[in-house]
């Protein structure tokens, strides 16, 4: 009879290695000494093999890509891939993920791995870990969550543990590009991954063979170095990068070399170009510059130039770009390359120009930095003068005069600081008129029409060098009537729908913590008594607006909605037990035109409340009520609270003779049981 065995070998090396020889053995039974005495040979045989390989190591690819979760960007790794390695394949494991950010993953964006066909849903933490010792292809594709397209990275970090089994081949420099006669002087160095490598070990020099620069420096298993400083000009370096790993060195590497090219005037802090031999403006370009600014204030990777003025004790240096075609950034100090006193550090308004006065009592070194955001670089234009004066400082504002009644305001300078001057004179571009103090005031010029553009030019009177002026100043409309909450318009007392407008409102700053940028607001209010439901409508804009509905008074405010739903009806019944006075406020991120209207139901029932009319509306002579129940009484109020009119009444429908009535607005207060309801109508 046969009996099958099965033996499993299990060899553990350096705590890591796991290695499983499976055989299947078909024995009888008078064979199996025989047999179990040829695999003891073989067991011998294997850890001898097995004891002449390297510990075991790892060896890191990252892959990532970048794109719009909106368009489902997709990051896709194949088995071929997997390639850092060489000798004896243990695992292969995700060691770390990025898809998005943590916190935006499932609410902004959603994220789908497909892992040799099977698909599920992860998040990057789901990722880490996981096991591809197996797999053919994964692919993790994003899809957008929110409606709003964000530009995420995909990025995974797969590591490979192997067993070395020779020592790795050699590799390839990358940057520098290899007998380059131009290269960069960032002196930053990269290669190509060598399978099977732990590490690498570089030397520099200036000769071949020479280490001088860095001599056999071990990086352990990086591909990248950065050479401290910068590289000389017109100078030949050569590399030579030894891979290795616990079986020992690469052998027969090749040594690379490159030469560095001249010096980009400007490119550099030590070779700054001098504004003080150029005239205002210039024009030039970052395009070819080196990364080399790293101020405190700007964090970015983008190319830059230098630029430098001696300004002397006493003077004025204004400086500042007039033109250009990207996203600049700019670091302006004095001092030298590398003790820096920061005047300024900004990304935006591009073109904002910076007035610095040098009274430090020595004559400065003030460099310019022409940066720019991120990895922003392009053309612009620069224009810079030093003034042997300082000038006044003063601040520009219009003030309205609106509440006088006219469409109209003026223009005031508020002098704080006349500089080196002992006078200086005020001019008004618009009248041409003009105002001369010798000393620190306030001056007021005007008044000037609504829409004009007014521009107050503050001149030193010693030194016309020394003059400053104020943006154009205006105002485009006077505020509406209902600008503020005390003012706000009684919906009662106007046609609907309400067609309104926020230019020239003010911004009250209403409903803080609801409105997340509340800007120009107008308000509107109506009474709403005891069991009444209201209904405000947003019914037209041509602006992104906001809406905060509240009730109670400017002071006590209780919320009902606070909303930017654009043309969401506020639907609100007062179970308050009081008459409450509710009001709209039309708020947003801009002013322009809009209409709202509303209107008021009897009692609290949704089918009551649809039955109850009122009609025709407008009406000429005869106003027809009709409810579900019987009307008890109908009184008629002008818009002054005025009674004009009033009938008992017993009946579900009824008709009110209004032909005595002036063409005008009325309320209509309509009585049913201990339900109540006041109607707007236009009597035609």
């Given at each position: 009879?046969?009996?099958?065995?099965?033996?499993?070998?299990?060899i553990k090396i350096s705590g890591k290695i796991n290695f499983v020889f499976?055989?299947?053995?078909?024995?009888?039974?008078?064979?199996?000494?025989?047999?179990?005495?040829?695999?003891?040979?073989?067991?011998?045989?294997?850890?001898?093999?097995?004891?002449?390989?390297?510990?075991?190591?790892?060896?890191?690819?990252?892959?990532?890509?970048?794109?719009?979760?909106?368009?489902?960007?997709?990051?896709?790794?194949?088995?071929?891939?997997?390639?850092?390695?060489?000798?004896?394949?243990?695992?292969?494991?995700?060691?770390?993920?990025?898809?998005?950010?943590?916190?935006?993953?499932?609410?902004?964006?959603?994220?789908?791995?497909?892992?040799?066909?099977?698909?599920?849903?992860?998040?990057?933490?789901?990722?880490?870990?996981?096991?591809?010792?197996?797999?053919?292809?994964?692919?993790?594709?994003?899809?957008?969550?929110?409606?709003?397209?964000?530009?995420i990275d995909l990025r995974l970090n797969i590591v490979s543990d192997f067993?070395?089994?020779?020592?790795?081949?050699?590799?390839?420099?990358?940057?520098?590009?290899?007998?380059?006669?131009?290269?960069?002087?960032?002196?930053?160095?990269?290669?190509?991954?060598?399978?099977?490598?732990?590490?690498?070990?570089?030397?520099?020099?200036?000769?071949?063979?020479?280490?001088?620069?860095?001599?056999?420096?071990?990086?352990?298993?990086?591909?990248?170095?950065?050479?401290?400083?910068?590289?000389?000009?017109?100078?030949?370096?050569?590399?030579?990068?030894?891979?290795?790993?616990?079986?020992?060195?690469?052998?027969?590497?090749?040594?690379?070399?490159?030469?560095?090219?001249?010096?980009?005037?400007?490119?550099?802090?030590?070779?700054?170009?001098?504004?003080?031999?150029?005239?205002?403006?210039?024009?030039?370009?970052?395009?070819?510059?080196?990364?080399?600014?790293?101020?405190?204030?700007?964090?970015?990777?983008?190319?830059?130039?230098?630029?430098?003025?001696?300004?002397?004790?006493?003077?004025?240096?204004?400086?500042?770009?007039?033109?250009?075609?990207?996203?600049?950034?700019?670091?302006?100090?004095?001092?030298?390359?590398?003790?820096?006193?920061?005047?300024?550090?900004?990304?935006?308004?591009?073109?904002?120009?910076?007035?610095?006065?040098?009274?430090?009592?020595?004559?400065?070194?003030?460099?310019?930095?022409?940066?720019?955001?991120?990895?922003?670089?392009?053309?612009?234009?620069?224009?810079?003068?030093?003034?042997?004066?300082?000038?006044?400082?003063?601040?520009?504002?219009?003030?309205?005069?609106?509440?006088?009644?006219?469409?109209?305001?003026?223009?005031?300078?508020?002098?704080?600081?006349?500089?080196?001057?002992?006078?200086?004179?005020?001019?008004?571009?618009?009248?041409?008129?003009?105002?001369?103090?010798?000393?620190?005031?306030?001056?007021?010029?005007?008044?000037?029409?609504?829409?004009?553009?007014?521009?107050?030019?503050?001149?030193?009177?010693?030194?016309?060098?020394?003059?400053?002026?104020?943006?154009?100043?205006?105002?485009?409309?006077?505020?509406?009537?209902?600008?503020?909450?005390?003012?706000?318009?009684?919906?009662?007392?106007?046609?609907?729908?309400?067609?309104?407008?926020?230019?020239?409102?003010?911004?009250?700053?209403?409903?803080?913590?609801?409105?997340?940028?509340?800007?120009?607001?107008?308000?509107?209010?109506?009474?709403?008594?005891?069991?009444?439901?209201?209904?405000?409508?947003?019914?037209?804009?041509?602006?992104?607006?906001?809406?905060?509905?509240?009730?109670?008074?400017?002071?006590?405010?209780?919320?009902?909605?606070?909303?930017?739903?654009?043309?969401?009806?506020?639907?609100?019944?007062?179970?308050?037990?009081?008459?409450?006075?509710?009001?709209?406020?039309?708020?947003?991120?801009?002013?322009?035109?809009?209409?709202?209207?509303?209107?008021?139901?009897?009692?609290?029932?949704?089918?009551?409340?649809?039955?109850?009319?009122?009609?025709?509306?407008?009406?000429?002579?005869?106003?027809?009520?009709?409810?579900?129940?019987?009307?008890?009484?109908?009184?008629?109020?002008?818009?002054?609270?005025?009674?004009?009119?009033?009938?008992?009444?017993?009946?579900?429908?009824?008709?009110?003779?209004?032909?005595?009535?002036?063409?005008?607005?009325?309320?209509?207060?309509?009585?049913?049981?201990?339900?109540?309801?006041?109607?707007?109508?236009?009597?035609?």
């Amino acid at each position: 009879m046969l009996t099958d065995y099965k033996l499993i070998l299990n060899i553990k090396i350096s705590g890591k290695i796991n290695f499983v020889f499976e055989r299947q053995l078909k024995l009888t039974k008078n064979k199996l000494k025989k047999k179990q005495t040829k695999m003891r040979k073989i067991t011998l045989l294997l850890l001898l093999l097995f004891c002449s390989f390297g510990k075991a190591q790892e060896c890191e690819q990252v892959f990532s890509i970048r794109g719009l979760d909106a368009f489902g960007v997709t990051l896709t790794v194949n088995r071929t891939n997997i390639n850092c390695y060489s000798g004896i394949l243990n695992s292969i494991t995700i060691a770390d993920a990025k898809l998005g950010s943590d916190s935006g993953c499932g609410d902004y964006y959603s994220f789908s791995l497909n892992l040799d066909g099977e698909i599920s849903s992860v998040c990057a933490e789901d990722l880490i870990g996981l096991d591809l010792m197996d797999f053919t292809t994964l692919s993790i594709t994003a899809a957008d969550e929110d409606d709003d397209p964000e530009n995420i990275d995909l990025r995974l970090n797969i590591v490979s543990d192997f067993t070395a089994t020779s020592v790795p081949n050699c590799t390839q420099l990358v940057s520098p590009i290899p007998n380059t006669t131009s290269a960069a002087v960032d002196g930053i160095l990269t290669w190509l991954q060598s399978p099977g490598s732990s590490g690498y070990r570089l030397s520099v020099g200036t000769t071949s063979n020479g280490a001088e620069i860095i001599n056999s420096e071990d990086l352990g298993n990086v591909r990248t170095y950065d050479i401290e400083g910068f590289l000389n000009e017109n100078t030949t370096y050569y590399v030579k990068i030894i891979p290795y790993n616990d079986l020992g060195d690469a052998t027969a590497c090749s040594e690379f070399s490159f030469s560095t090219g001249s010096y980009v005037l400007g490119d550099f802090c030590f070779n700054a170009i001098n504004l003080g031999l150029l005239t205002s403006p210039i024009s030039s370009r970052t395009d070819f510059a080196n990364n080399n600014s790293s101020p405190e204030c700007l964090n970015n990777l983008a190319r830059d130039l230098y630029y430098f003025i001696d300004v002397p004790n006493g003077s004025t240096l204004t400086i500042g770009q007039e033109f250009n075609d990207y996203d600049s950034a700019n670091y302006v100090f004095y001092g030298d390359c590398t003790t820096q006193t920061t005047i300024a550090c900004f990304d935006d308004p591009d073109y904002d120009s910076i007035n610095w006065v040098n009274d430090t009592g020595a004559v400065q070194r003030v460099y310019w930095v022409q940066d720019g955001l991120n990895q922003e670089f392009g053309n612009f234009r620069l224009a810079w003068s030093v003034k042997n004066c300082v000038n006044p400082v003063a601040s520009f504002s219009t003030v309205s005069l609106c509440s006088g009644g006219t469409d109209e305001f003026n223009a005031t300078a508020t002098i704080s600081s006349l500089g080196s001057a002992t006078s200086v004179t005020i001019t008004d571009s618009f009248l041409g008129t003009t105002q001369t103090i010798t000393e620190a005031q306030t001056v007021t010029f005007g008044p000037y029409p609504n829409t004009i553009e007014v521009v107050l030019i503050v001149t030193n009177d010693q030194n016309e060098l020394c003059s400053i002026s104020s943006e154009p100043l205006t105002q485009e409309n006077c505020p509406p009537v209902n600008d503020t909450c005390a003012t706000a318009i009684d919906l009662y007392s106007v046609s609907l729908p309400v067609i309104g407008t926020t230019d020239g409102a003010t911004d009250e700053i209403f409903a803080e913590g609801c409105l997340f940028n509340p800007v120009k607001d107008v308000f509107y209010k109506v009474l709403v008594e005891s069991g009444v439901t209201i209904e405000l409508e947003h019914t037209s804009e041509d602006y992104n607006p906001f809406n905060y509905v509240f009730y109670g008074d400017c002071d006590n405010q209780t919320l009902i909605a606070c909303q930017e739903n654009d043309f969401t009806t506020v639907v609100w019944t007062n179970l308050t037990g009081e008459d409450q006075t509710v009001y709209w406020v039309q708020d947003g991120y801009e002013g322009a035109p809009f209409t709202i209207s509303f209107q008021t139901s009897l009692g609290v029932n949704d089918h009551a409340k649809n039955s109850f009319k009122a009609y025709p509306n407008p009406v000429k002579d005869v106003l027809h009520l009709s409810y579900t129940q019987a009307i008890s009484s109908v009184t008629i109020f002008n818009l002054l609270g005025q009674k004009m009119l009033e009938q008992k009444i017993d009946t579900n429908e009824t008709s009110i003779d209004l032909s005595a009535l002036a063409a005008g607005h009325y309320l209509a207060n309509v009585t049913s049981g201990d339900q109540n309801a006041t109607v707007k109508i236009i009597k035609e």
